[in-house]
């Protein structure tokens, strides 16, 4: 306070500790609200985009190759992606639900899409959902306790059987972590090759209806490795390996390894995998694979390996034929027609766009690779494009080095770069020819060191050097290099 009893005014460094408080709390401010409007451009970005399947895709015939999980959910994935059909999948969806015992996914659709279940028709059927929980529930507390009996008696046999009970009931009812758990414990009991087939198979059937892609192949590894697996009563257990196999390297992008994989599967086997996949499914994924990163002649040896599955789907059996012979304009045709019906597949909406990239340019690079220079009209006709569209393939092709060549936009052709041949083969003829002079001259004067002792050795007796030796090896060493040096004249000549 001042003489006159009132309140001074605040000191100016405290106003400038208050300005700067006040500054840092807007600018916390702004960075939350850039914050929140960066998250809402990704949630912007994760918008489910709607398809338009083709006029062929019939959406009762194609869902009734699956059953059990992978039919409701790929039922569910379609409806979230095709609204004409989305009652037919609810209803389809909730048919297979009450088929098993998957209560819990019964539950979760009537609490997150009421109304649009409402619009199709479904009521809750509560006498169903309760009375299935009420008996699963007693016959799991029944093992549960068969089990600790078992345990007590260590009987290994009993205990490896009741936890692949246990885990088969989690799987029924969609908790794959717990069905993961039961069967893995399995794994100290079991005590023959037939009991670790099992354990794979249900490890592998558990991770795709999990949608966990990474432990696959481990699991996949272990089997192949057991000789039971070859018997021929094992040849559906051994495609739905070689299935898990292709699945799990599509999921990762690694498409030729994933096309090899489906190619290895029989078509008998793959035919009993109604829980898991269809024939039709392995022929598109395993030629859309090869057409991305196969060579002509493995394409021709895919054509005779994958007939039966490529006679299910004639369409894509076109497009491989007319992809080996050249005929590129039909082949992408065929490929643009499965376009949109592959946005609703579950394991193939996420590649088809790359795919369908890869697979294109790869025709461009072909179309091309015999030619000096090709007619840019004639070229945007064979790829049912116009020729703007095609420079821009063209130019990021030629930016990215797939293809040596240069558009003449003038006389609207594409010309391939002039590379002498000749002065390549001689510049790599002399780069050689050197790198052969310096490693013979490095290896003649080892030898020459060698011949002469000029080297440093270690006494008899211990630690130390043989001075009289080495000067005389020195002394020898000089003279064997200088004849080889050309020097050997000089001495000559003194004499």
Not at 168 to 177: P, S
Not at 198 to 208: D, G
Not at 325 to 335: D, H, M, R
Request: with cysteine; charged share 30%; net charge positive.
């Amino acid at each position: 306070k001042n003489d006159f009893g009132t309140q001074m005014s605040d000191k100016p460094h405290e106003k400038k500790a208050e300005a700067r408080d006040d500054e840092r709390k807007d600018d916390k401010k702004v960075s939350k609200a850039k914050s929140s409007s960066k998250k809402s451009e990704k949630i912007e970005v994760k918008k489910i985009p709607v398809v338009v399947p083709s006029k062929d895709f019939d959406l009762e015939k194609y869902i009734g190759r699956y059953e059990g999980h992978t039919k409701v959910a790929r039922l569910l994935f379609i409806s979230e992606r095709y609204p004409e059909k989305q009652n037919l999948c609810y209803k389809l969806a909730i048919e297979e639900l009450k088929k098993g015992r998957n209560t819990s996914q019964y539950r979760k659709l009537f609490n997150t899409v009421p109304e649009k279940l409402s619009q199709a028709g479904i009521t809750f059927d509560s006498s169903w959902a309760d009375g299935v929980d009420k008996a699963t529930s007693a016959e799991s507390d029944a093992l549960e306790s068969e089990l600790q009996n078992h345990k007590t008696n260590q009987n290994r046999k009993k205990i490896r059987s009741i936890h692949n009970k246990i885990g088969d009931i989690c799987f029924a009812r969609g908790d794959f972590n717990g069905a993961s758990r039961n069967y893995m414990r399995t794994a100290e009991h079991c005590l023959t090759p037939e009991h670790n087939l099992i354990l794979s198979k249900n490890s592998v059937r558990t991770s795709l209806a999990w949608g966990t892609f990474a432990q696959i192949n481990s699991y996949v590894e272990k089997a192949e490795n057991i000789p039971l697996l070859s018997n021929k009563e094992n040849s559906s257990l051994a495609s739905m390996f070689k299935v898990a196999s292709g699945l799990a390297a599509l999921e990762s992008s690694r498409y030729a390894e994933a096309a090899r994989k489906f190619a290895e599967a029989s078509f008998e086997g793959v035919s009993t995998l109604h829980d898991l996949i269809s024939p039709e499914d392995v022929a598109i994924y395993g030629s859309l694979c090869a057409l991305s990163e196969f060579t002509r002649e493995e394409l021709k040896e895919l054509l005779s390996e994958f007939y039966n599955f490529l006679e299910v789907v004639p369409s894509v059996r076109k497009m491989l034929s007319s992809f080996v012979t050249s005929n590129y304009a039909g082949s992408l045709e065929v490929l643009k027609e499965l376009k949109n019906d592959l946005q609703l597949d579950i394991h193939m909406h996420d590649h088809i766009e790359r795919l369908y990239t890869k697979i294109r340019n790869k025709a461009l690079k072909e179309y091309f690779q015999p030619y000096c220079s090709v007619d840019l009209e004639k070229m945007a006709k064979a790829f049912q494009t116009t020729i703007p569209e095609l420079e821009n393939e063209l130019v990021e092709l030629i930016n990215s080095g797939h293809i040596q060549a240069r558009i003449d936009s003038f006389n609207k052709c594409l010309v391939a770069r002039n590379v002498t041949k000749r002065a390549q083969t001689y510049t790599k003829t002399i780069s050689a020819g050197e790198a052969y002079q310096a490693q013979a001259r490095a290896m003649l004067l080892r030898v020459s060191l060698t011949q002469n002792n000029m080297l440093v050795k270690p006494e008899k007796g211990g630690a130390g050097f043989d001075k009289g030796r080495v000067g005389t090896g020195m002394g020898g060493g000089m003279m064997g290099l200088g004849s080889m040096m050309g020097m050997g004249g000089m001495q000559g000549r003194r004499n």
